[in-house]
């Protein structure tokens, strides 16, 4: 049993970018409170050489082994070392890669990497990637009509980072500010392919965010930007146009950029699908 009582070593070992195994670990990580981890990233595990880093720092710093390596050498030998050194090694893409080996009834490809293939779904990725912050802000809306998805929302609704995670989804996004003393273009009521979604959030955690905002800049936290009636007034001048235009709505108050992406991928495959 390893002694976990202060922190964890944890080792990701991954044959490709790691991406995959990243995101693995923060979310089976997410579930646990109090953990302090220490993160020994190993990606691109490809060599001989590359292994022998990789197993000293382990039997120096011993703790969870998680990877996802397809060479079936570079597997054993880790496994080995692992059982020597009596240390938990978790392969974390074995479960779901036998399954779909069973169902369809033929064996896994051993490429490291080929989730990565340079693909056309990759070159649309990089291409929703450089529309999306060459429509940042409001920036160039005489091309929104190209846009997948077009986000709407008073200022510091979190339209930025959201659109940024929609692209390298595969969406083009585009996003709006809305501001009370100036007018979005006519042309945002008339648009027929993007799916125009409103960001919301309550006042008291728009003033926050836009007060942190302003601390960070060596800024005056108090004006009329934190205003409790006046971004009260945005807000309701915000729903009232999401409303009458029946827009969906997200709420970001208890929502990270994650979820509230993934709710918005939902409504928009479910818009495509009717």
Known sequence: MIDTMTKLHLHLLSDSTGETLENIAKAALAQF????????????????????????????????????????????????????????VVAALDPITTALSNLFGQKANA???????????????????????????GIAPEDWEQADILLVGVSRTSKTPTSIYLANRGYKTANLPLVLESPPPPHLFTLKKPMVIGLMTSAERLIQIRRNRLLSLNQSPETKYVDHDVVAREIAFARRMFGDHGWPVIDMTRRSIEEAAAAIITLYNERSAA
């Open 33 to 88: 409170d109090g953990v302090e981890t220490v993160r020994h990233f190993w990606p691109m595990v490809r060599s001989e050489t590359h292994m022998d880093r990789v197993i000293t720092d382990i039997a120096q710093n011993p703790g969870l082994v998680v990877f996802t390596l397809v060479n079936p050498e570079h597997r054993a030998r880790l496994e080995t070392h692992c059982r020597t050194l009596n240390l938990p």
């Open 111 to 137: 490429r490291p990497g080929s989730q990565h293939i340079l693909d056309d779904a990759y070159f649309a990725r990089v291409d929703a990637i450089h529309f999306t912050i060459a429509h940042d802000d």
